[in-house]
């Protein structure tokens, strides 16, 4: 039996030596499907590793967090007064996230090194301490030093010693490059740097480790009037709130993958094909069933290993490339510090192996079947007139999967759901495509009688779709994941303008207490000032910011109000009747589930007052819920409540004397910042966001077309002596690549108009559906036609290229048949 | 074990620059060992600081403050107790100062002092460390006189707070992580200038020190054992010394006993030891009525009786990474001249402390010519 098995394998082999583009073809197929699914794991893994020491700071614990009661940050005299009372275990924390002066986002954390409680346990590899260290000195000491991270320093281009200027026209010290635990893609400096560089005497707040009950009994009773103790694993879990961007990469992996098995069941499926008739004559000589079984299972385990082994070797350049992107996503979104070095995990391997067997199994068992028991009829030949019953079944299916979907849309709530929702969408094409190409195939040829070469190619679809349905598919998959994602991003980010627009709508913002209401009144530019006014509570288990907004304020108007009904803005901006009137942000209605007209309970300065809420206004990206109420009742509600920044509206033209102005009112440079810098830099922020998609976008089409050009160079082989009649009979090359070429042409045109509605579908599903349930926010889903044409091009351009290459080797291949028929 | 102060990462970070510089010094024969030793600090050149020289006046209380322009600074208290349940505890108690660099000190958060203190508790139930570390200028820890004019010495909440301008009478509390301990400090002795009034030199080439000691501290107060207060009663020693450069390059190490004999004197020796075996040694010895003599080479002898091998806890700078160490925990220690030949041992061998300059420093009890009981330093093994 063994030899049997080893007899067999090695002539099934042999056929991979002869049609290396094969060989290649269900490599490329295990590789690529391996790699983009192991690439996204390890992104995914590795941000959630950063997550689960979010409560760590450069390698200290950082459980307990301490805030002033009154401040957004913390007098640098209460650390030492905390010190002194023997709160070892505080240290203090500056962290800022600033802009450079060429645009680049940085993130600064400062600490006092010797003040840091580490957790790390251990010894060192190079001794020395920093009682007598010069490098201690260099850091401490003026002009200090920049610890960035090499990569970091790589995105930001900043070689040892150059100093990074801020927007402002701030240099930052001499950047060293090295990095701490967990400095991610944090700049770090010592306190004293940053105290300095920011001219401040607090801190963004302390962090504490381990603090015992009786120590927290202690702090609350010496410090409790002024500074709030907070749990940090108990505050916003960032696993959770991150989760369904992490599903939304994974199944974007994973359909990475389901196109690359897509590859290798063609490859496969051909291999086998192209082997009958040396399974038969292994058959004939004697080989079992069962040693041609082992042997292909060997054969196919060969190529689980190889593909996984490359494919993770082919993730490690991927997710590196990929993780900066995702690492701007978390920090633009959730505002989750994510290291931008994915983690190596040795897990991934099996995991990709694991998905490769599958891949490859499910590739083998029907042709192994069919090949095996010889029904010696070609699996793919089809009757050229009819749909066969299973093709019929399977637009019964997909009709039946889309009435699914219509019908469980109202239902799904939760993100899984929702994602099997989508999954429906996307197999719903699938099964619909097989039954449209072939209906269109049959009314061609019968709406086309009486012209034979349009009868002819009609025909020639029939025969070719068998062989190109997989590729098909995965193109068609591949084209509504695309149009679905593009149009999200695209009406994500339209939305984002115009609420930028409209929310920034002040030219000037000025930092809190830099300027008063007085002053503004006097100068000359301003056109309009108006300051806002917060207060934070919980509500429903989530932070709520209350705000008080100025009623003529010209950001937030009536058309900023969605469902409030006509007299819903003036009854809430005349205030202080009898049931008072708030506007919320979308995520209360979606997820705490207040409609219009509910009544919410707030505490306020004066005692618990009922509101009722007026209506909703869009709050894109906010994880937190939001009230807004008149400024005015907000005063009185909450006096103590602590102002926000200044918007000011500049006349027009006034633009230089306004900036000229603020610098004489002593407005320093890093206390204002004007509208456009604002929106420039938000849309930085967002299209850095969304780099991700893109590039995955990007590398699914690229699979999908090694696909079509892998089935096309199929389809052609299987069909190689038809051809070489046609040709024999005297076709020309032109009528021959036009009768050809033109059922390639009839089903990508066919793939992208089943993929426009079905991907609009999905951008439907991804907005009003994952989005609401994980963020609480919708938007309009906008289908711009500008890069769906784009991409139908894209395809086009592909599909084309696939079909010359293919064909032109096949010119040469009917040639050579043809010589070698004629005996030269 | 707590160490507040293992700082493993900026060990890690803080560069090369101690590899490099310690390389030209000790030449390409450097083991690696040698590389990493911490106490290199205190042999680097203290160029641009100011330099030891003898002849100077003392004057107190400004001497009991730190001394900024020179590099290097401690407060050192060690104290032999008796507790109300008739066992032997030891207190070691110290604050060390440094300057980064000899530029004048900009202050505040960009201070150029750096403050390290030790706390080590020994009880019948074990021995006990703490490390902290805290920059100066910023009042989480230093020397200085309050605003009612009195002696201040701290880290954090280790707090030696004094009735006085000068350290006594103060009271002294401090914690390790399972043991704390608050102690009344009483002397009225004059403070003892060592050396040459207080000249103290460390080497043939130069290297010396200003130091001066308070042999005679009364102590009562309680340390809490594992939340258990007991009364303890004894006797401390309080050292001050400041330098630019106290140790020699061909200095490994020094070895140090201060010692309360039965006659109510106070005896104190160390020697450095050289490479080529020929070491330098001091020492003073005070008689109970405060009467000081200056002990020469010629006139003591430290001799190592026995070597004794503990096991040490990792230490934080790295380069003891919890290794077995052989130490001479046993001495003979004769001043023919006094008529003094004694035995020093200890029954608390491990008292090693694995901070960031690993040292040996623990209770000894005096027998042979004399009774008694006192502190061993053990330093650059």
Known sequence: ?824 | MRRDGSRRFLFTSLGNSLFTSLFIVAGATAELAQAQDPYQLLRESGEGFAQVQPGRAFIFPQDHYPHERFKIEWWYLTANLTGSDGRDYGIHWTLFRQAMNAASNPGGWQSSQTWMAHTAISTPLGFEFSQRFARGGIGQAGVAATQQNTFEAWMDDWLWQSDSSAPFPGVLSASTDNQRFNLTLQATDDWVLQGKNGFSQKSDLGQASYYYSQPFIDITGTVWVANEPIEVAGKGWLDREWSSQPLADNQAGWDWVSLHLSDGSALMVYQLRHDSGEHYISGSWVSGSGEVTTLEADDVTMTPQSETRITTESSAAGNDEGEIKALPLEWRVRVPKLGIDVSVTTNRPNSWLATAFPYWEGPVTVEGSHQGAGYLELTGY
Not at chain 1, 80 to 109: H, K, M, N
């Open chain 1, 1 to 824: 039996m063994t030899r049997a098995v080893l007899v067999t394998l090695a002539t099934t082999l042999a056929f991979y030596r002869q049609n290396p583009l094969q060989a290649l073809f269900v490599l490329i197929g295990l590789v690529l499907g391996c790699g983009l699914y192991t690439a996204v794991a390890q992104i995914n893994a590795s941000a959630k590793a950063s997550y689960a020491e979010a409560d760590q700071i450069l390698g200290a614990s950082a459980q307990w967090r301490i805030t002033d009661r009154l401040s957004t940050e913390v007098a640098i005299d209460d650390y030492i007064r905390l010190r002194r009372a023997g709160f070892t275990q505080v240290y203090p924390i500056i962290e800022r996230r600033l802009a450079s002066a060429d645009g680049a986002l940085i993130s600064i954390i400062a600490t006092d090194l010797l003040a840091l409680p580490l957790t790390t346990a251990g010894t060192d590899s190079e001794g020395e301490n920093p009682f007598g260290s010069s490098g201690w000195s260099r850091l401490t000491q003026s002009p200090f030093e920049a610890w960035v991270p090499s990569q970091t320093a790589e995105r930001l281009g900043v070689v040892e010693g150059e100093q990074i200027r801020l927007r402002d026209g701030t240099l930052l010290p001499p950047a060293a490059i090295r990095s701490q635990a967990q400095q991610r893609d944090q700049i770090f400096m010592d306190l004293g740097a940053a105290l300095s560089l920011f001219e401040t005497d607090r801190v963004s707040y302390l962090a504490a480790s381990g603090l015992t009950a009786s120590e927290r009994t202690s702090f609350v009773d010496q410090f409790g009037d002024r500074l709030v103790l907070s749990n940090q694993s108990e505050a916003l879990d960032l696993s959770q709130l991150t989760q369904s961007l992490h599903t939304n990469l994974t199944a974007l992996g994973l359909l990475s993958f389901v196109v690359g098995t897509f590859i290798v069941f063609n490859a496969v499926n051909f291999s086998l094909h192209a082997r009958r008739e040396t399974l038969r004559v292994l058959s004939d000589l004697g080989a079992v069933r069962e040693a041609i079984v082992t042997a292909i299972a060997i054969e196919s385990l060969v190529w689980a290993l190889l593909g996984a082994l490359l494919g993770t070797l082919l993730a490690q350049p991927l997710s590196a490339a990929l993780m900066p992107a995702v690492a701007a996503t978390m920090q633009n979104i959730y505002g989750a510090s994510v290291s931008s070095l994915p983690v190596f995990n040795a897990g991934l391997f099996w995991e990709a192996l694991l998905l490769a067997l599958a891949g490859l199994s499910l590739a083998l068992v029907l042709p192994l079947l069919r090949a095996t028991s010889e029904s010696s009829k070609s699996p793919t030949t089809q009757d050229d007139t009819l749909l066969t019953r299973r093709d019929i079944a399977s637009g019964a299916i997909g009709v039946a999967l889309l009435l699914l979907a219509y019908v469980s849309y109202p239902v799904a709530s939760t993100v899984v759901q929702g994602f099997a929702l989508l999954a429906l969408v996307l197999f719903a094409g699938i099964a619909l495509l097989p039954v449209i190409v072939l209906l269109v195939a049959a009314l061609g040829k019968t709406g086309l009688k009486q012209h034979w070469l349009a009868r002819w190619a009609f025909a020639d679809v029939t025969f070719q779709f068998p062989h190109l349905r997989l590729a098909m598919m995965a193109l068609l998959l591949t084209l509504i994941a695309n149009i679905g994602v593009t149009s999200l991003v695209g009406s994500f980010r339209l939305a984002l303008t115009d609420w930028l627009e409209t929310r920034l709508s002040a030219d000037i913002y000025v930092t809190a207490g830099v300027v008063d209401d007085e002053t503004l009144a006097t100068e000359d530019w301003v056109r309009a000032a108006h300051q806002r006014v917060t207060t934070e509570m919980t509500f429903s288990g989530r932070t709520m910011t209350v705000v008080g907004v100025d009623v003529e304020a010209p950001d937030f108007g009536p058309a900023n109000i969605i469902d409030g009904g006509p007299d819903a803005f003036p009854r809430w901006s005349a205030g202080g009747a009898e049931t008072e009137g708030v506007f919320a942000n979308e995520q209360l209605r979606y997820l705490a589930g207040i409609e219009v007209g509910d009544s919410l309970a707030l505490m306020t300065e004066l005692g618990t007052r009922s509101f009722e809420v007026l209506g909703f206004f869009h709050d894109y990206g906010n994880v937190n819920f939001a009230l807004h109420l008149p400024s005015k009742r907000f005063e009185q509600l909450y006096p103590n409540a602590k102002p926000q920044g200044w918007g000011i509206w500049v006349k027009n033209d006034q633009q230089q004397a306004a900036e000229l102005g603020l610098s004489e009112l002593g407005v320093g440079p890093t206390q204002w910042v004007s509208q456009r810098e604002v929106l420039t830099l938000s849309m930085t922020i967002f299209d850095r966001t969304f780099a991700i998609t893109r590039a995955l976008n990007t590398l699914t089409l690229m699979v999908a077309a090694v696909a079509i050009f892998a089935s096309l160079l199929a389809v052609y082989q299987f069909r190689r002596p038809e051809y070489a009649l046609w040709r024999s009979l005297g076709m020309g090359w032109l009528t021959f690549f036009a009768i050809s070429g033109f059922p390639i042409v009839l089903m990508t045109t066919l793939v992208m108009a089943l993929a426009l509605p079905l991907g609009v579908a999905l951008s439907w599903l991804l907005i009003h559906k994952i989005n609401v349930i994980s963020f609480g926010w919708t938007m309009p889903v906008i289908v711009d036609a500008q890069p769906i044409t784009f991409l139908f091009f894209v395809v086009a351009a592909v599909v084309l290229a696939a079909f010359v290459l293919a064909s032109l080797n096949q010119r040469a291949a009917v040639n050579n048949a043809l010589k070698s028929l004629a005996g030269e």
